[in-house]
C-alpha cells in the first residue's frame, strides 16, 4: 500500500455537468476525509466518514455535493450541475487518529 | 473569518539562514499538526503536539505549542533548497476533534 490514491489528477468541465472523484485510502485506515484548497488558501473541511458512515459534513458542502463511502474501502465525492465557484483542488485524506495521510488531489476547471 | 492565522504568509532566505513561522489563534486547539505542501501535491504531515508546551524537533525543524494550546510555531535551522514549499498549520478543536483547521500557510522559498 503506497499511499492515499486519488483519481483523476485533472479534471475539466463545462459549467453545468456533474463530476465523480474517487478516493482510495490507506487500507488500514477506517477515517477518511475530503477536503478543497483554493489557490492561496489552506485546505477547507468537507466531510469525514468512519468506516462507511458520513459522520460530519461542512456548511461548505452545498446540496450538489454529495459523498459516499460503500463498505468502508474507497470513497467518491461528486458535484452535480458545477460551477465556476467549484474549481479547486480537492484533497482525500486518510488516518487513524492523529494525522492525515493526504493523496495528491484532483484539481477541478470548470469552464 | 480564519480561525489559525499565519505569518509570515510569504518568505524569501538565502541558503543557512534560520527562520520562524507562527501559526495564531484565539482559540483553544486538543492538538495541532504542521503540514508541508508542494505545488500541484497533497500535504505532508510533518508532525503532531497535543501537550502544552510541547516541544518536537524533527533535524534541523523545531516545532513548539504554545502553554495555552492557542499558538505554535516551526523554527528551521539553516535552511536549505529543500525546504521550500508551502507551510500548513491546523488545528483540531476538543469539541470537534474530526476535523482540522488549517491556517492560510506560510510559502517559503530558499534561494541557494
Known amino acids: 500500500d503506497t499511499g492515499v490514491s486519488q483519481d483523476p489528477r485533472h479534471k475539466i468541465t463545462k459549467r453545468g455537468q456533474n463530476v465523480t472523484f474517487r478516493c482510495d485510502p490507506i487500507?488500514?485506515?477506517?477515517?477518511l476525509y475530503w477536503y478543497r484548497q483554493t489557490l492561496g488558501q489552506g485546505p477547507e473541511f468537507l466531510t469525514y466518514?468512519?468506516?462507511?458512515?458520513?459522520?460530519?459534513k461542512s456548511r461548505l458542502l452545498s446540496d450538489r455535493f454529495s459523498a459516499e463511502r460503500p463498505k468502508g474501502s474507497f470513497s467518491t465525492l461528486e458535484i452535480q450541475r458545477t460551477e465556476q465557484g467549484d474549481s479547486a483542488m480537492y484533497l482525500c485524506?486518510?488516518?487513524?487518529?492523529?494525522?492525515?495521510?493526504f493523496g495528491s488531489g484532483t484539481r477541478l476547471t470548470v469552464v | 473569518t480564519q480561525l489559525l492565522e499565519q505569518s509570515p504568509q510569504f518568505l524569501s532566505i538565502q541558503e543557512g539562514e534560520n527562520l520562524t513561522v507562527y501559526c495564531n489563534s484565539s482559540?483553544?486547539?486538543?492538538?495541532l499538526q504542521w503540514y508541508r505542501q508542494e505545488p500541484g501535491e497533497g500535504p505532508v504531515l510533518l508532525v503532531t503536539?497535543?501537550?502544552?508546551?510541547e516541544v518536537k524537533k524533527l533535524k534541523r525543524l523545531t516545532f513548539q505549542f504554545g502553554d495555552a494550546r492557542k499558538d505554535s510555531s516551526l523554527h528551521i535551522t539553516a535552511a536549505q533548497p529543500g525546504d521550500t514549499g508551502l507551510y500548513l498549520c491546523?488545528?483540531?478543536?476538543?469539541?470537534?476533534?474530526?476535523?482540522?483547521?488549517f491556517g492560510t500557510g506560510t510559502s517559503l522559498t530558499v534561494i541557494p
Open positions: 482559540s483553544v486547539f486538543s492538538s
Open positions: 487500507s488500514e485506515h477506517n477515517r
Open positions: 503536539v497535543v501537550t502544552g508546551g
Open positions: 485524506a486518510s488516518g487513524p487518529g492523529y494525522g492525515y495521510t
Open positions: 466518514f468512519q468506516n462507511e458512515a458520513q459522520l460530519e
Open positions: 491546523a488545528g483540531a478543536l476538543p469539541d470537534t476533534g474530526n476535523q482540522f483547521y
